[in-house]
């Protein structure tokens, strides 16, 4: 604790005395490349790492924003590169050695609602209103499978969106996270809700839409959880786990979590023997450390939900017989016990009870907004906060961007 403190205001002191700037993450650069572009040491910053260290390098997703803080000779003193909405490297200097250390990612989070009348489709009208492709998408896969937007809209129907959206450093950060959602078709209220148990149901509470096998191994026992950002107490570092681990015996048939297609099929370093599956709407699925490939299973195939693809190994960096199960959407890796559970669910007895004085609330939420017909807040005025610090920043309020 005491080191992180020390960190802290070396930090806080640095920042404020050097120029920050920030970039995006370009498309196809990987960190190595980054490194030598800023004259950055690739030996102690990548090759001296341990493969877990390593393996987190890989996880820069293009067009994440980061930040770089140069001293009055234009050096670099720090880089902050976020890996996911939790977890971010952090290189900085120290007796005029670089150094590399994985960290958590401070943000602060707030609720936004507001309405909309449909003239086009939700789709359009959440786009023009916002300018947020990510609302827009989110509120349209949210319902697609459950409504049909293309012939229901009729003049007067009206929406409303009750989401989260998390800000770092005062920008708009990572993906909102839908909590209600109102859409009238022809006057008609269709309504979903997150539950506590982070999935979606709608107001009968049934659960909406899953596609996915929520365990594509059967008889395993679950032998570790998803984690973007997690205090190793041995190691004392920050790791990530991007997956979910399945202990089974060598040879167990490990199933296809879903209708797609195989895009890759092969042995891949740390991961062992791999299998990559592409599904619909930008999902992938991957299987890792197998023992063998069924036989026919490669490259290019179709496979379908629930298929024998491959069996439980122990290959590449791995410390026992086990699926390392991931899965991801447009690269982005998520928890896949929290949303590929198999849908099954009606609440009932006491879960319903609870759900239902949720749903509640929101509904209040939502006829208050319908009422008031609040617009969008485009430039919405927040106090960036620090990294380490919940201490408001003394400086002037900064605009935000509407879709970060
Ligand atoms: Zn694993």
């Known amino acids: 604790m005491l080191r992180f403190l020390i960190l802290v205001v070396l930090f806080w002191t640095s920042l404020f005395s050097s120029e920050i700037e920030r970039y995006r993450w370009i498309n196809g650069e990987t960190y190595l490349v980054f490194l030598e572009k800023n004259n950055l040491p690739t030996k102690e910053l990548y090759y001296n790492l341990d493969r877990d260290d390593q393996r987190l390098t890989e996880e820069l997703l293009t067009g994440v924003h980061y930040q770089v803080s140069k001293n009055s000779k234009g050096q670099i003193e ?6 996911n909405d939790e977890l971010q490297i ?3 200097k120290e007796n005029e050695k670089y150094k590399f250390e ?3 990612i401070i943000t602060t989070t707030q609720t936004e609602t507001f309405s909309v009348v449909i003239t086009s489709s939700p789709l359009y009208n959440i786009q023009k209103e916002t300018g947020s492709k990510k609302l827009a998408h989110i509120f349209h896969s949210s319902f697609k499978n459950s409504l049909n937007f293309k012939t229901g809209i009729k003049p007067g129907d009206t929406l409303v969106m009750i989401y989260e959206q998390k800000y770092r450093l005062g920008k708009t950060f990572s993906m909102p996270v839908l909590k209600a ?8 209220k269709h309504y979903l809700y997150l539950n506590n148990d982070e999935k979606y149901y709608d107001e009968k509470g049934s659960q909406a839409e899953e596609f996915l096998l929520g365990r594509p191994v059967s008889g395993a026992r679950l032998s570790s959880t998803f984690t973007k950002r997690r205090f190793h107490p041995v190691l004392k570092k920050w790791k990530a786990h991007l997956g979910v681990d399945y202990a089974a015996r060598p040879g167990t048939p490990v199933m296809a979590a879903g209708d797609g297609f ?3 099929a092969a042995n891949a370093g740390s991961y062992g023997n791999l299998i990559r599956i592409s599904h619909a709407d930008g999902f992938e699925t991957r299987y890792a450390h197998l023992k063998s490939f069924k036989s026919g299973v490669k490259k290019g195939r179709n496979v379908k939900k629930g298929q024998v693809i491959a069996y439980v190994g122990n290959t590449g960096r791995s410390t026992g017989p086990h699926l390392h199960f991931e899965l991801r959407k447009k690269g982005v890796a998520i928890n896949p016990l929290t949303v590929v559970q198999v849908a099954t669910v009606n609440l ?10 949720l749903r509640k609330e929101y509904n209040d939420s939502i006829d208050a907004h319908l009422n008031n017909k609040p617009e969008y807040v485009k430039a919405r005025k927040t106090r960036p906060k620090c990294y380490f610090f919940n201490e408001p920043e003394p400086q002037n309020l900064e605009e935000t961007e509407a879709d970060g």
């Open 348 to 357: 009932s007895g006491k879960e319903k009870a609870a759900f239902d004085s």
């Open 102 to 104: 994985a960290i958590p």
């Open 181 to 188: 959602a109102m859409v009238e078709l022809s006057g008609k």
């Open 262 to 264: 195989i895009n890759y």
């Open 90 to 92: 952090h290189i900085y």
């Open 78 to 83: 720090q880089v902050l590169l976020p890996l």
